[in-house]
Every structure is written in C-alpha cells, then in structure tokens.
C-alpha cells in the first residue's frame, strides 16, 4: 500500500490527453475508486484528485493555478483569474462599470479578488465564515459539499449589493450548481436583478445540472452567464461514498501509525505563547485603513492604494528572507488569500527567486505520497484564529518536501494568537519542513460598529518621526507619534512654571523646563551608576520582555509614554531581538495627566496594528497615577471611537508602588536614565499640549534638541544595558517564568503611601508627592523641590539625589520605615516668595 505521508515530494509533470480521453486513467483516485474524468484538453494543467473525509462528497478536484492546495507560481494563479475577468468585462459591455463581484470563501476569496482586478471597476466582496461583532449580516447561505458550510456577508456599505447591476459570482469549480443556486435564491429575494455571471476555472456539471440552472434562470426571469477556463464531467461509480470513506479511514490510520500524533487543537494548545527561535517577524507597514481583503468590500479605491503600496512592502519581504535563498513559498491562511498572492506575485516580479504561492486551510484531505495523486503531503495544525465553530485543525498540503528555502506565512492579525506560535502550531510545523520561517501580519480590517452613527472625518495623520530628523535614536528603534516642534520657544523659568501651575494658571504640558544642564561631577555619578546597575537593568529588562511576550502577546506593539518609557522601549525591543530574533514595532506617544492620551495617536495605532497587540511601556511607578490616567483615558476613547481591544495594562522596568501585574522588579533603586532630561532620551523633550499649537487633528508636540548633541548619552545608556543581556539571560527568563505562577495583582500600597505622607507633612495634594527614585529625580530636575524623604540607610542610589538636593538647597530628611528609597515633596503652594526649603508658604 502507498505510504499516507505528512511529509513527500513535489508533484511531476502531468500529461496533456486529447479532449474526451479518460485524462486522469492513471491517478491514484482512478484506480481505487473507479471515479472518471473526461473534458477539454486544457483540464489536467487546470485539476488533480484526492480524497477527502467528507460525508457529502468522498472526492476532492485539486484546482492546481487555485494557490489553495497546491503551490503554484503566484503570476500563474493571478493571470487565471484576471484574464477571466477580462472576459467578463467583455461579456458585460458598458453594464460592467455597475458589476459587483462575489467571491466564495474560502477556495475563491483570492480568485473573486483576481477576477474583480481583471474587471478594473468592480468592487469585490467575498463570503465568510468569520462572524465580526457589531456587522450587520447582509445575506448567507449553505454549500452543499463543503466541509463547512454556512457563508455569511458582511459588507461594510448595505449599498454594495443592493444596486440593479450584474452580480458576478466566483468559486473555483462549478460542479453541481447548487452553491450558485444557494446563493442567488437568498440574493435575489433581498435586491433583485436582471442579470447574473457565474465564474469558475473549470464547469464539471453534468447535462442535467446545466439544465437545472437554466430552468432556475427562467424561474426569477433574470439571465445568468456563465465564464470558465475549461469543463469536463466526472462520473461517480456505485457506492463511491462507502469506498471513499472507508479508503481515507485506512489510510489515516496508517499515518497515525507512522508519525507522532496530530497537533492539539484544544485549549492545550493554547498554552504558550512558545515560539520558533527561527521565525523571522516582517513589518509590511500596511497601509492605514485599508481591508486586508474583501471580507467587507474591497473597492477599485481600496485596489490602487494596495497597488501603491506592494512595492514597498514586497521589498520588506524581500530584505528579510535568508541569503541565498531561491525556492520560496508564500502561504497565506484560509480565507486571507489576495493580499498574500499579491505580495507572492510582486516577490516573483522583482526578485530572481523562484516564488510559490498556496493557503492553509479548514477542509481535511487525505496525503498519499503517490505520482498520481494530487495531495502529496499534509501538514496537521490548531486553527488558530478562534473560530466561530470552535477549536479544529488545519492544514497546509504540498509544503513538506517542497523543496522551499523559506516559506514567509502570511495572515490576518486576528489570527496571530498564541496558538499560532505554540508547539504544533503552524510556525513550528512549518519550521519542520524548511530552515526559514517568516511571519508577516496584516491588520485585520473592522468596519464601524454602526452604520448610522455620524462619523467624524478621520483625521490625515502622518506617519512617526524618526531619527535622525527627529531624535538621535535610529530610526528602527522607535517611531515617535508626535509633532515636531522644535522651532517654536516653549522652555520658562523653573520657578515662573511652578507659580503658574500651582496657582491653576497654567497646565504643566503647557512649557517646557530649561533643559538642566549636569555638571562634570553630576556626570561622573551617571556613569558610575550606569557601570554598577547595567546589569540590573538587563535582569529587569528581561523579566518584563519575557512576561509581555508570555501574557500580552506573541507579538506585540510596544508602545512606550513619552518621554520616560522610551528608553526602557527600545530596551525591550533589543531584548527581543536577542532572545527571539523578534522585529518588534516600538512607538512613542504622550500621555498628560488630568488631560489623558494622546487619541489621535490611538487612531493611529488602531488603523496600523491590531489594538490587542498593544503593549504601553513606561519607565517605573510612583504612586501610579499615570496607571489610573491611562485606563480612564483607553475608556473613554475606546466608547468615543467604537474601537475596542487596548489593554490599559502598563510594562514597566520596575514598580515600587505595586500599581501593575508586568514589571521587571518591585525594588526601588536608581534607573539612571532617570538622572537626566533629554539627553538619555534621544535629546527629545517632554511632550507638549497646548491648544494653540495641537489641533484636534495633531499629535501632541516635543522639541528635538539637537544642540545638545555634544552631551548625549541616549545611545551610550542602551549600549551599557544591552550588552550585558547575554549574562543575566538565564536568570532573567528563569525568574520570568517564577513570577508568571505567582499573584502579581496590585496592591496600590504606594498611593495609600503617598495618601498619608501628603497629610503628615501637610501638602494635602497628592500630585506634589512625588515618590520613588525616578519621580524624585524629575522634581529636582524640573520643579521646585521642598524636601527629600529618603529611607534611612539607603546607599548609592541615591548619591545623585544629595547631590541634586546640595545644589538647590533641599534638605534632604531621613525617615524610618518608608516603603520608598526616597520621596521628593514639591513646594506647596509655591510662589517667587517662598522658594527653595524655607517653608514659607507652608502653615505646619
């Protein structure tokens, strides 16, 4: 008996038989199952044949220019099905410029894509079997012989398919006619019209099911046409569906016998995320907005925004896959299968490789390694997208023994879970088969949550700045969605804010501090307790990667407050790309407390990248009020915009306050990136908010100093840390993996901390007690310090705050049993009248 294989050879050549000749005599399905293939001579260069574990039909036809289950050059698969749009174009005449084009998911959502380009002014929707929430259902209906078959519609525009024009209905073989009849039955009593055209790359009906469609034409009293490559028949013996299903329950068992067992698809396999030390992360940098497919519509707009933007996103593709590879396979999944074809096909199109294209998919198929049979291998895996119908396996056929050098998988954000990424998943099936995996995620689009809601027009944002036009960091490591505004004088006299803000004259993110300026001693302690903490800093900076990539997501979008949680960031990132060879995208936004987040860079975010990818990073805690500010301000967007998914959850390095569940250590010591302004964060300001300068359509605003270039440490601070990761790796993912089994649930004992200094010392404000070593730095850095609370017989932490204290005259107040290293205490009730320690302006 011919081995039933998960992994094999490329398929041969198949012959060419005069029309009418018996073209498949010789196949594998032939000669078990007695099922014949007659038709035009064009047909075995179009179909192969396997078997299937179906109860409705025991046999498969394995279109081969589909890209579905075989790997095919993608120019191949693209010309089929845009020169069958041409030809519709020239069926329909002028009527054409009204046409709209229905795909059938999931074999067809790419060819109805093909067809509709091939059109040129057709907008093109396909069926799904992925409910969205908050999308009105526009029609469904059932296909028969599929493995799964209950098709919704969900288009974004009610509109798409209530105009008179022709429908143009897609699927990849027109057998019997009843996913036709189906679909133009429920169509046609909800927006009726004259005219039909039925698409397909092969008509296998039979006489009687021609007639069929015919009669059911006349019926409704409208024409339906229909285009297709090649036909031919297929005759059924007795009792096919009894030798099929007992043909794939024998050879099934074989392959269970002969190979470890399938992969989980239960929740066990969700346990992760564990990934692929070999996979390779591609940023395409998709256009904003713009559907990844025709789930919801996909317009003749949409298409040439696509069309501007593949050439760039291909040569991402291209920068990252291996040298010297040759053999290339692009794979997209299930119904995610245009936007994969046309990054295959611009692969091929501009590089010399030779590039192949397929998609993964729900319906099961028997593998038989046989010259004769179409499926040569499969690959067995979760599905990993949360389907509607529950938790299944997947399959990916003719990859194992592809020959590929590189297979770059390809799919919707929506699907790029944990599951994806854990033992038996996809990523690590394919890494079985082929030395390079690649994965590259395209958002997946959502349409409004209602219809008739009056929406705001979206507001043109740019895209990030980036070094070494704005800030001295490279330009991969951080994108800051900000406004530059460098030119514009915003910096006042430290004691002239102090009075404005506190007098209720002013908001702090108004001005700008005068850049503090260290002196030679001030300096020699920042690199003096940079050499002694780097590799603190590494240890923790590896403990909180990890835990993000353990809890939040297998790839997240880190996103760090400006301006503080940027260098911690990029650190974060760097990790990344040491431990898991992860590319991860890393932005920078502002965050104003009593003023919230920046919402237009939220906008942003949720128009590039999967909102649940979301990771926000800052630097530490204090008392966490910016924790608080940050999960009202996510609230209160995600109601306003009808966007869901932001996870207020802040990363930081370290949390003294115990305000988080991800951090990388609850200790209070020195960070010193903290010691210094600008020059420790890519000589960028703090973030600005003033009506004047941002608009209800702009970022926030920062300054780029760069005269400050001379003292910059920015990139020095990240070196220092970084190269001390390889030490402290061990330890670092060890301690990781302690804290993920323990309970991290905040107890928020720093604010009740904050609470209770605020009273004793008589402030009675809360924003004026700045606690933990960073926040104590920024007060003697930027505001009007009062005093310095430090723990009694805290050490070289703090020699940089007596320092700072020693210059502007504050004393600094040892106190017993403080749950902080130190606490700075701003001047309350400040005016020019009472600076420095002397307390005038404070009744004790």
């Known amino acids: 008996m011919e081995k039933a294989v998960d992994e094999g050879m490329r398929h041969p050549a198949r012959r060419t038989a005069p029309a009418g000749e018996d073209i498949w005599s010789g196949s594998w399905v032939t000669r078990r199952l007695g099922v014949e293939l007659t038709g035009d001579e064009e047909l075995p260069g179009l179909l192969g044949m396997a078997l299937r574990r179906n109860p409705k039909r025991a046999h498969l036809l394995v279109s081969n220019v589909l890209g579905k289950h075989v790997p095919q050059s993608p120019s191949v ?15 329909l005449g002028p009527s054409a410029r009204d046409a709209v084009v229905l795909g059938y998911a999931e074999t067809a959502t790419g060819l109805g894509h093909c067809v509709a380009d091939g059109l040129g002014v057709a907008p093109c929707l396909h069926s799904t079997r992925r409910p969205v929430a908050g999308t009105a259902t526009a029609g469904g209906f059932e296909e028969a012989h599929s493995h799964a078959t209950s098709h919704l519609l969900l288009p974004e525009d009610p509109s798409l398919l209530a105009g008179g024009g022709p429908l143009v209905l897609v699927d990849d073989e027109f057998s019997t006619g009843n996913t036709v009849l189906n679909t133009v039955r429920d169509l046609h009593a909800r927006y009726p019209r004259e005219r039909y055209v039925v698409v397909a790359l092969v008509d296998m009906r039979s006489p009687a099911d021609a007639g069929r469609l015919d009669a059911f034409a006349d019926g409704i009293g409208a024409r339906i046409d229909l285009v297709t490559v090649a036909s031919g028949t297929v005759r059924l013996p007795d009792g096919v569906l009894e030798k099929g299903r007992e043909l794939v329950a024998r050879y099934e068992s074989a392959t269970e016998a002969g190979r470890p067992a399938a992969a989980p698809s239960g929740p066990a396999a969700q346990d992760g995320p564990q990934r692929n030390d070999g996979l390779t992360h591609v940023e395409l940098r998709w256009p904003a907005g713009l559907p990844d497919g025709g789930r919801h519509g996909f317009t003749p707009a949409h298409r040439v925004r696509l069309e501007h933007a593949l050439p760039g996103m291909a040569a991402r593709l291209a920068r990252a896959l291996p040298d010297g590879a040759r053999r290339v396979l692009v794979l997209g999944s299930e119904e995610l299968m245009y936007v994969p074809l046309r990054l295959a096909d611009e692969l091929e199109r501009t590089t010399g490789a030779e590039v192949r294209f397929s998609t993964t998919t729900r319906s099961p198929v028997l593998a038989v390694d046989d010259p004769g049979y179409a499926i040569r291998t499969r690959l067995v895996f979760p599905a990993h997208d949360d389907p509607a119908d529950g938790p299944g396996d997947r399959y990916a056929y003719n990859v194992a023994g592809g020959g590929f050098d590189a297979v770059v998988a390809v799919v919707d954000s929506t699907a790029d879970t944990p599951v994806l990424h854990a033992p038996g998943g996809l990523l690590a099936r394919l890494a079985g088969h082929t030395p390079h995996v ?176 979301v990771v926000f990073v800052d630097g530490w805690t204090g008392k966490g009020a910016i924790t608080r500010e940050l999960a009202q301000a996510v609230e209160e967007f995600e109601k306003a915009e009808g966007v869901t998914g932001f996870d207020p959850e802040i990363a930081v390095l370290a949390d003294p306050g115990s305000c988080v569940r991800t951090y990388g250590t609850r200790e209070d010591y020195l960070i010193p990136s903290a010691c210094l302004n600008s020059t420790v964060s890519g000589l960028i300001s703090r973030t600005v908010l003033r009506s004047d300068l941002v608009g209800p359509d702009d970022f926030h605003g920062a300054k780029f100093y760069r005269e400050l270039a001379a003292a910059d440490l920015s990139v020095a601070f990240l070196d220092a840390v970084s190269a001390r990761f390889e030490e402290v790796t061990d330890a670092a993912c060890a301690q990781a993996k302690e804290l993920l089994a323990t309970d991290r649930t905040p107890t928020w004992e720093g604010w009740a901390a904050v609470e209770r200094i605020s009273e004793e010392y008589g402030i009675h404000d809360v924003n004026l007690v700045k606690p933990g070593v960073g926040e104590t730095t920024r007060v003697l850095l930027r505001r009007v310090p009062w005093k310095v609370l430090a723990r009694a017989g805290a050490g070289s932490d703090l020699d940089h705050v007596r320092l700072l204290a020693g210059q502007r005259g504050v004393p600094v107040e040892e106190v017993d049993g403080l749950p902080y290293t130190c606490v700075g205490l701003i001047h309350p009730r400040y005016t020019r009248g009472a600076t420095g320690a002397d307390g005038k302006a404070v009744t004790r």
């Open 438 to 613: 690649l994965l590259a995620v395209v958002p997946s689009y959502v349409p409004a949550a209602s219809q008739d809601a009056p929406e705001r027009p979206a507001p043109m944002l740019p895209d990030p700045l980036r070094g070494p036009a704005f800030s001295s960091y490279a330009p991969e490591e951080v994108g800051w969605l900000l406004q530059d505004l460098s030119g514009v004088t915003l910096e006042a006299p430290t004691e002239e804010r102090e009075e404005a803000i506190q007098s209720g004259g002013a908001h702090y993110a108004e001005s700008l501090p005068e850049e503090y300026q260290p002196s030679e001693q001030y300096q020699r302690l920042f690199h003096t307790a940079l050499g002694e903490s780097a590799a603190r800093l590494a240890h923790a900076v590896g403990v909180v990667t990890e835990t993000v990539l353990a809890e939040r997501s297998p790839r997240p979008v880190l996103v760090s407050l400006a301006r503080a949680g940027t260098p911690v960031g990029i650190l974060m990132r760097r990790w990344a790309q040491h431990r898991h060879q992860l590319d991860l995208p890393h932005y920078a936004v502002s965050i104003v407390r009593g003023r919230g987040i920046d919402a237009n860079a939220l906008r942003w975010l949720a128009a590039h990248h999967d909102p649940r990818d």
């Open 77 to 91: 698969v693209y010309g089929h099905g845009f020169e069958l749009g041409r030809r519709v174009r020239e069926l």
